[in-house]
Protein backbone atom coordinates (compact mmCIF):
# COMPACT_ATOMS: atom_id res chain seq x y z
CA UNK A 1 0.00 0.00 0.00
CA UNK A 2 2.58 2.76 1.22
CA UNK A 3 4.30 2.17 -2.87
CA UNK A 4 1.12 2.97 -4.48
CA UNK A 5 0.76 5.89 -2.10
CA UNK A 6 4.09 6.91 -2.41
CA UNK A 7 3.39 6.38 -6.55
CA UNK A 8 0.51 8.77 -6.32
CA UNK A 9 2.43 11.03 -4.27
CA UNK A 10 5.26 11.55 -7.09
CA UNK A 11 2.76 11.89 -9.77
CA UNK A 12 1.20 14.19 -7.99
CA UNK A 13 4.13 16.04 -7.82
CA UNK A 14 4.98 15.57 -11.40
CA UNK A 15 1.65 17.06 -12.31
CA UNK A 16 2.61 20.29 -9.72
CA UNK A 17 5.58 20.29 -11.36
CA UNK A 18 4.19 20.58 -14.69
CA UNK A 19 1.59 23.14 -13.95
CA UNK A 20 4.31 25.37 -12.20
CA UNK A 21 6.84 25.33 -15.52
CA UNK A 22 3.50 26.27 -17.47
CA UNK A 23 3.15 29.28 -15.21
CA UNK A 24 6.62 29.85 -15.28
CA UNK A 25 6.45 30.70 -18.72
CA UNK A 26 3.50 32.53 -19.44
CA UNK A 27 4.99 34.63 -16.60
CA UNK A 28 8.65 34.67 -18.93
CA UNK A 29 6.18 35.23 -22.54
CA UNK A 30 4.20 38.37 -20.41
CA UNK A 31 7.34 39.98 -19.63
CA UNK A 32 9.11 39.76 -22.78
CA UNK A 33 6.07 41.23 -24.50
CA UNK A 34 6.51 43.97 -21.90
CA UNK A 35 9.84 44.41 -22.84
CA UNK A 36 9.37 44.53 -26.39
CA UNK A 37 6.71 46.89 -25.79
CA UNK A 38 8.90 49.35 -23.88
CA UNK A 39 11.41 48.76 -26.62
CA UNK A 40 9.10 49.54 -29.15
CA UNK A 41 8.21 52.99 -27.09
CA UNK A 42 11.75 54.17 -26.77
CA UNK A 43 12.39 53.43 -30.59
CA UNK A 44 9.65 55.70 -31.64
CA UNK A 45 10.98 58.23 -28.80
CA UNK A 46 14.17 57.99 -29.96
CA UNK A 47 12.96 58.57 -33.86
CA UNK A 48 10.72 61.45 -33.01
CA UNK A 49 13.88 63.23 -31.29
CA UNK A 50 16.12 62.55 -34.70
CA UNK A 51 13.43 63.43 -37.08
CA UNK A 52 14.78 60.03 -39.05
CA UNK A 53 12.13 57.18 -39.11
CA UNK A 54 13.80 55.57 -42.37
CA UNK A 55 15.94 52.72 -40.93
CA UNK A 56 18.05 52.39 -44.24
CA UNK A 57 18.91 56.90 -43.83
CA UNK A 58 22.69 56.88 -43.25
CA UNK A 59 21.72 58.64 -40.18
CA UNK A 60 19.28 56.87 -38.57
CA UNK A 61 20.31 56.49 -35.15
CA UNK A 62 22.47 53.85 -33.50
CA UNK A 63 20.45 53.46 -30.20
CA UNK A 64 17.35 52.57 -32.37
CA UNK A 65 19.20 50.49 -35.14
CA UNK A 66 20.38 48.50 -31.71
CA UNK A 67 16.86 48.55 -29.80
CA UNK A 68 14.66 47.12 -32.93
CA UNK A 69 16.76 44.45 -33.32
CA UNK A 70 16.86 43.49 -29.42
CA UNK A 71 12.94 43.61 -29.47
CA UNK A 72 13.07 41.34 -32.71
CA UNK A 73 14.87 38.62 -31.09
CA UNK A 74 12.66 39.47 -28.22
CA UNK A 75 9.46 38.54 -30.38
CA UNK A 76 11.71 35.42 -31.65
CA UNK A 77 11.89 34.14 -27.95
CA UNK A 78 8.57 34.81 -27.62
CA UNK A 79 7.24 32.60 -30.23
CA UNK A 80 9.89 29.85 -29.13
CA UNK A 81 8.60 30.12 -25.50
CA UNK A 82 4.87 30.02 -26.76
CA UNK A 83 6.00 26.98 -28.55
CA UNK A 84 7.15 25.45 -25.27
CA UNK A 85 4.57 26.59 -23.40
CA UNK A 86 1.79 25.02 -26.01
CA UNK A 87 4.21 21.11 -25.30
CA UNK A 88 4.21 22.11 -21.47
CA UNK A 89 0.18 22.68 -20.86
CA UNK A 90 -0.02 19.37 -22.91
CA UNK A 91 2.35 17.50 -20.38
CA UNK A 92 0.37 19.03 -17.78
CA UNK A 93 -2.95 18.08 -19.08
CA UNK A 94 -1.08 14.32 -19.71
CA UNK A 95 -0.07 14.35 -16.13
CA UNK A 96 -3.26 15.83 -14.55
CA UNK A 97 -5.16 12.79 -16.06
CA UNK A 98 -2.86 10.43 -14.85
CA UNK A 99 -3.43 11.89 -11.40
CA UNK A 100 -7.29 11.44 -11.56
CA UNK A 101 -7.44 8.31 -13.35
CA UNK A 102 -5.52 7.00 -10.43
CA UNK A 103 -7.24 9.15 -7.51
CA UNK A 104 -10.03 6.78 -7.41
CA UNK A 105 -7.86 3.49 -7.53
CA UNK A 106 -6.22 4.85 -4.32
CA UNK A 107 -9.70 5.78 -2.94
CA UNK A 108 -11.14 2.26 -3.37
CA UNK A 109 -7.84 0.53 -2.06
CA UNK A 110 -8.17 2.62 1.04
CA UNK A 111 -11.22 1.81 1.74
CA UNK A 112 -10.62 -1.60 1.32
CA UNK A 113 -7.72 -1.48 3.35
CA UNK A 114 -10.10 0.43 6.13
CA UNK A 115 -12.18 -2.78 6.04
CA UNK A 116 -9.35 -4.74 6.83
CA UNK A 117 -8.24 -2.34 9.72
CA UNK A 118 -11.99 -2.18 11.57
CA UNK A 119 -12.51 -5.83 12.44
CA UNK A 120 -8.80 -6.30 13.72
CA UNK A 121 -9.24 -2.90 15.42
CA UNK A 122 -12.38 -4.35 16.80
CA UNK A 123 -10.62 -7.89 17.92
CA UNK A 124 -8.00 -5.70 19.76
CA UNK A 125 -10.29 -4.39 22.27
Do not use: W
Amino acid sequence: MKSRESALRLKRFEAQEKARKVLGLEQMIRDFETMAIDLDRQIQAEEDRTGIKDIGHFNYSTFAKAASQRRDKLRASIDDLRVQLEAAIREREEAGVETIEQAPQQRDLMRGRRRIERPAIAMAR
